[in-house]
């Protein structure tokens, strides 16, 4: 069974950084597709970024040049690094894995990312 733990999330002002991080049992990351995604109060869940297997990064437009998704195949976990955070970041973020042959991806219980001064 795969499980992912995230990590690191927390009150920051406008302009900080933290660094999210999804540590996976049960699979090995370097083989997945994993992703982080996030939800804001009201609205729908949006990818912020990817990484597969072959270490391909992708990003949404709205995060690109502030968010890097990178992956420590020797501990397993992914991480998000945020970097100039605005309110607009501020969400429940989780982490997500995914390879051909699962009946469905895997699921993070998340973690509250709060951008305030």
């Known amino acids: 069974q795969v499980q992912l733990v995230e990590s690191g999330g927390g009150l920051v002002q406008p302009g900080g950084s933290l660094r999210l991080s999804c540590a996976v049992s049960g699979s090995i990351v370097s083989d997945n597709v994993m992703a982080w995604y996030r939800q804001a109060p009201g609205k729908a869940r949006e990818l912020v970024a990817s990484?597969?297997?072959?270490?391909?990064?992708n990003y949404a437009d709205s995060v690109k040049g502030r968010f890097t998704i990178s992956r420590d195949n020797a501990k397993n976990t992914i991480y998000l690094q945020m970097n100039s955070l605005e309110p607009t970041d501020a969400a429940d973020y989780y982490c997500?894995?995914?390879?051909?042959?699962?009946?469905?991806?895997?699921w993070g219980q998340g973690t509250q990312v709060t951008v305030s001064s």
């Open positions: 997500n894995a995914f390879r051909l042959g699962w009946a469905q991806a895997a």
């Open positions: 990484i597969t297997s072959t270490g391909k990064t």
